[in-house]
Every structure is written in structure tokens, then in C-alpha cells.
């Protein structure tokens, strides 16, 4: 017989005999048995409250999808972009928006009575975002004045300039009245959306 054969029968032998301690190998096991039913209660009602936010979070979203203000909200994003892009010089190519812009420089100056001594447009770096239609691209222009200064013109040329449908912002405004003759030179930016051209009307049929 080995030792842990023996160790077993004395065992064995004093819980027979001692009613004290077979009353305290009960309790062990009964307070064991508690302890497993309480934490499995624990963990019943963890996954209980998990399960009740899982429904009320299906719950929000359901309501969402039913909600009727989602396609009202839809359109006026979409109009907000439309008036944004409208802020914009748009064209087919960089070269045709400079071309625009600097037209208007020149027009609009001779209308306020800015003497423009010489006038650049040139083409900021491409911004590499592409608007949501896939359609253009956004770009960036800066405009360089330099003009006789008269006090009554220029501030005419800034009224329009703030007033433009499109969007034209002043970086620098440089008044240099102790020239020969008063000069003042004038820094604009202006952001530009590069537009694919239409498809192109076709022809129409001569009548018989």
C-alpha cells in the first residue's frame, strides 16, 4: 500500500468518525456551490444589460432610417455645396480661368479709373481634393496689381472686388504715395474648379 493509498483511508477514517468534520466539509461545499450560483447570476445580468443596450441601440438606428428628415437634410447639402461652388472661378482649364480673372482685372479697373501698370495672374499648386461628383478639380489663383494710386479708384477696385459673385480675397494691399507718380500694388487669391467641358450640342438638321 503506498502512503498516498494510506494517507487516503486515515482521511477517510477521521471524517467517519468526527461528525464536526463532516459537518465542516459540508459547509465548504456548500459555500462553494454559493459562490458558483452568485457569479453565474452576476454573469446572467452582464449579459442581460449587454443584450438591452444592443436592442436600444437597433432601436435608434431603426428610428433614423425611418426619420423624414434625412433626405430634406440630403438636399440641403447639396445646395449648400451648389452656393459654394458658385463662389468659385470655374472653367474647363487653368489657362481659360487666368485668362477670365485677369479680364475682369483689366475691365473693372478701367471702369473705377485705376491706371494698371502692369497686372499677373499665375497658378497656385493644385489642390488634390476632388469634389464629391467627380468632376473637378480645385485650384488656386493669385493676382498681382500694381496701379496708379488716386484714393477715390482704388477704393472703388476694392468695392468691387468684395462685391464680385465669385470669390476674390485680398492678401496685400501696398500704397506707395511717395512714387513717381503714387502707386499702390495689390494681392488677390482666388480659388478655381476645374470643370469638364459639356458633351457638345448636335447639329442641328436643316429643315427640307
Not at 479708384?153 to 468695392?159: C, H, I, K, R, S
Request: charged share 25%.
Amino acid at each position: 500500500m503506498t502512503s498516498l493509498q494510506r494517507s487516503a483511508r486515515e482521511a477517510l477514517a477521521q471524517l467517519q468518525s468526527s461528525r464536526i468534520l463532516r459537518w465542516g466539509l459540508v459547509l465548504v461545499v456548500v459555500l462553494l456551490w454559493s459562490e458558483g450560483l452568485a457569479r453565474l447570476d452576476a454573469y446572467s445580468l452582464l449579459k442581460q444589460e449587454e443584450g438591452r443596450q444592443a436592442r436600444g441601440e437597433v432601436a435608434r438606428l431603426q428610428a433614423l432610417q425611418r426619420e423624414q428628415a434625412w433626405p430634406a437634410r440630403r438636399e440641403e447639402a447639396r445646395r449648400l455645396l451648389d452656393l459654394q461652388e458658385r463662389l468659385l472661378w470655374q472653367a474647363p482649364s487653368a489657362g481659360l480661368a487666368e485668362a477670365a480673372l485677369q479680364d475682369w482685372m483689366r475691365g473693372i479697373s478701367a471702369k473705377v479709373g485705376v491706371g494698371v501698370k502692369d497686372l499677373q495672374v499665375s497658378r497656385v499648386a493644385a489642390v488634390p481634393k476632388a469634389l464629391p461628383q467627380a468632376r473637378a478639380e480645385l485650384g488656386a489663383m493669385r493676382v498681382q496689381l500694381v496701379g496708379e494710386f488716386r484714393r477715390l479708384p482704388v477704393l472703388a477696385l476694392l468695392q468691387e472686388v468684395a462685391l464680385h459673385e465669385r470669390g476674390l480675397v485680398v492678401d496685400r494691399l501696398l500704397l506707395m504715395p511717395a512714387s513717381q507718380p503714387p502707386l499702390f500694388e495689390l494681392e488677390l487669391r482666388a480659388a478655381t474648379l476645374l470643370v469638364a467641358p459639356g458633351p457638345a450640342a448636335p447639329p442641328r438638321e436643316k429643315p427640307p
